[in-house]
């Protein structure tokens, strides 16, 4: 009975040594990996094992398994290729009589450009649409989608939810056809598509996104446990009977799972949710932000947002979505290496009731300029949109120039967008025109008011504009009489 015993008790130790690795579904085939840097590598294997992670690019990293079964380690990746490349995982046993299991290797890796997209249905929207809410020429743009069989790769991070941290996310990477693309958040895609015409280097999006969340679903405990509106117990939270508007958890098993994966930005689409925030949404975002770099262990990793589109939200002449917009752009004071993109002039007026529009094209080439110039030094390339620097009241005119402005404007006729507020208060639709020798600044007035206190632009929840600079980036709306 002893020596049974004994060959039992061999035979578990031989299975318990030879246990195969096992990767986070992120790191898996044709997933794209950062350019010329130290990307980071992790998994689970049996404890005190030893690690060797082979690159077909020449280079190799070791670590040791630690006692809860965990390892990482980083990895340097060369300039980008569009060659295939290839890692093994080799797992060596601390007892070195046993078998080693078998290597677990991942194939059809490319190395370019990685950027993380985040936020709410706008982000997550895939080409192929929601119901009743299309995507400007998605027939063309998933017919052709082979074209960047090779060159761009996306990995959908699934819905999931918890109340702690936990440490794998799913979703795999999969590549650019016909099939898959429909499937594809289409302002992330189209992101990738000019980043990639441009750099001729592959790319590869995450897609971290949940249709409806609230800006608090991306943070972690204890930022939320300072906001004395929320209530993050497990009861406070279940309190909230739609899922997508439950604070922290997307956070636990979404964004946290992956913050080991080494990118090199982030896009965020959010706020339509959040509107009830008002200017508070600035300092949330801001320690969002601040958050996520330091979650991935890099304070310079650029934020680049897309301002919420004009939408009725209940009231079309109402202002709430408006003073969110402005708490946005108020987040590029806050935090560096954060700017934004326009949207007021890429709605169509029979939008005004699809808080999903269209047009993703342009919102993801606007997007990827800001990357180009800020990031790529494209300095060419012109991102950062006008903005309101000053402005002075003059006889019956409300004069303002604007930053990103200096070679003047897009149009002086037909000019849409403008509102002149007479002394009680009321709203007059205005027309704009030149300052002369001054390139950047408009005279704004309206006939009948005399006495103007202040100027607005698309200052309302849905109100479009269609005044831009000379490089068509539309001029970020504004009030005079905050």
């Known amino acids: ?9 061999m035979l578990l130790a031989v299975c318990a040594a030879s246990a195969t690795i096992h990767l986070p579904e992120i790191l898996s085939d044709h997933m794209v990996l950062q350019q010329q840097t130290a990307v980071k590598l992790w998994g689970t294997a049996q404890a005190g094992n030893t690690i060797d992670v ?15 079964g965990k390892w990482e380690l980083t990895i340097e990746t060369p300039a980008a290729t569009y060659t295939p490349q290839s890692l093994t995982f080799i797992e060596t046993p601390k007892k070195r009589e046993y078998y080693a299991p078998d290597p677990v290797r991942l194939s059809d890796i490319l190395i370019g450009e990685v950027w993380l997209g985040s936020g709410q249905s706008n982000m997550e929207m895939p080409l192929m649409g929601f119901w009743q809410c299309p995507i400007q020429n998605a027939q063309e743009v998933i017919a052709t989608a082979s074209e960047h069989k090779g060159h761009i790769r996306y990995c959908t991070i699934e819905r999931r939810t918890s109340f702690k941290p936990v440490d794998e996310a799913y979703g795999q990477w ?31 999006i995450i ?3 949940w249709g409806g969340t609230r800006v608090e679903a991306w943070m972690p405990r204890e930022i939320l446990s300072t906001y004395k509106d929320l209530d993050i117990s497990e009861e406070g939270i279940m309190s909230i ?55 991935w262990g890099n304070n310079d990793l650029p934020f680049y947002f897309v301002e919420i589109a004009p939408f009725r939200h209940g009231d079309a002449d109402a202002t709430w979505a408006a003073v969110l917009r402005e708490a946005q752009w108020a987040t590029t004071n806050l935090i560096p290496h954060c700017a934004g993109v326009g949207t007021n002039d890429l709605v169509k ?30 300095t060419s390339i012109k991102s950062d949109a006008p903005q309101l620097s000053r402005y002075e009241i003059v006889g019956n005119e409300v004069r303002c120039w604007f930053t990103n402005a200096e070679d003047g404007f897009s149009r002086w006729a037909e ?13 007059h639709k205005a027309t704009i025109r030149p300052v002369k020798d001054e390139a950047n600044a408009v005279a704004v ?15 309302r929840n849905f109100l479009l504009g269609n005044l831009a600079n000379m490089r068509n980036i539309p001029i970020v709306p504004f009030r005079t009489d905050k």
């Open 415 to 427: 000019v849409e967008g403008f509102e002149i507020i007479d002394e009680k208060g009321n709203a």
């Open 241 to 295: 009977e739609t899922e997508w508007m439950r604070p922290l958890l997307m956070y636990n098993a979404m964004l946290y799972p992956i913050h080991n994966y080494t990118i090199k930005g982030f896009l965020w689409y959010q706020g339509c949710s959040s509107i009830d925030l008002g200017a508070e949404y600035a300092y949330r975002q801001a320690a969002m932000v601040s958050h996520w770099r330091e979650l």
């Open 174 to 204: 999969k590549e650019c056809d016909v099939f898959n693309a429909p499937f594809f958040g289409a302002t992330a895609y189209f992101f990738a598509e000019m980043l990639e015409r441009v750099l001729q280097v592959p790319v590869g």
């Open 349 to 378: 007026s029979y939008e005004i009731d699809n808080v999903h529009p269209a047009n993703k094209q342009d919102i993801g080439k606007r997007l990827a300029y800001l990357a180009l110039n800020h990031d790529y030094h494209f």
């Open 54 to 68: 082979i690159a077909s690019w020449g280079k190799q990293a070791t670590t040791l398994v630690d006692e809860k």
């Open 445 to 459: 007035y309206a006939e009948g008011v005399e006495h103007p206190q202040a100027a607005r632009y698309c200052f």
């Open 207 to 209: 897609n971290c996104s």
């Open 1 to 9: 009975m002893k020596k049974y015993i004994i060959a039992a008790c």
